[in-house]
């Protein structure tokens, strides 16, 4: 929904939380300039650095902020899945999804679970599904899916619990949204 972005970020920040530097992460891949891998606000440095076209030291991302990030977020991930054109609360859970995993795994989610043509990209034809769906049933089904491919990765053992729980509290939070 179109006045959603920062209620939704101001919630996805509280999931990500602040700076880490977890080597088991296979995100904390580095910046591509010989700087290691780190992740602050739920940017990692790879994708700062290309975000900005400058490397990413470990001090550069220690001073991110939830202002320096927010356009990054909105441009790279909530409007990669359409976030204005969806339903309150559809928002928020696919928002969250490609934050944690990419924007084109929880698009084509949606797609499957709508029958639409998964190709990743949101578009006219995907958001006519969408909206002939209810948005609470949707929710739900994207976190299901979700949860399944979570199951699937070698790492669910070491951040499994994690990632469950951050899908279980999006899931909730993004049903009450449906309800408003």
């Known amino acids: 929904m179109k006045d959603n972005f920062m209620k939704c970020l101001d919630m996805l920040l509280e999931h990500e939380g602040g700076f880490t530097d977890d080597k ?3 995100g904390n891949r580095g910046d591509g300039h010989g700087n290691q891998g780190s992740t602050n606000l739920g940017v990692t440095a790879h994708v700062w650095a290309e975000w900005t076209g400058k490397p990413a030291s470990i001090e550069v991302m220690k001073m ?3 202002e320096t ?6 441009a790279g991930y909530w409007d990669a899945v359409r976030g204005d054109d969806l339903a309150s609360g559809l928002d928020w859970a696919c928002f969250d999804w490609c934050v944690n995993s990419g924007s084109r795994r929880p698009a084509q989610a949606l797609q499957r679970i709508v029958s639409a043509k998964p190709d990743g990209k949101i578009g006219p034809k995907t958001l006519q599904k969408i909206a002939d769906n209810d948005s609470a049933m949707l929710v ?4 299901d899916s979700r949860q399944k491919f979570y199951e699937s990765l ?3 053992p070491t951040f499994g619990r994690g ?3 951050r899908n279980k ?3 909730e939070q993004a ?3 449906t309800a408003v």
Do not use: G, N, Q, V
Not at 140 to 143: I, M, N, Q
């Open 169 to 171: 509290e999006t899931m």
């Open 163 to 165: 990632w469950t729980r």
């Open 154 to 156: 070698r790492t669910f």
């Open 69 to 74: 990030i927010a356009s990054l977020y909105k």
């Open 64 to 66: 991110l902020t939830a």
């Open 24 to 26: 088991r992460d296979p």
């Open 175 to 177: 049903i009450s949204m």
């Open 140 to 143: 739900e089904k994207l976190h």
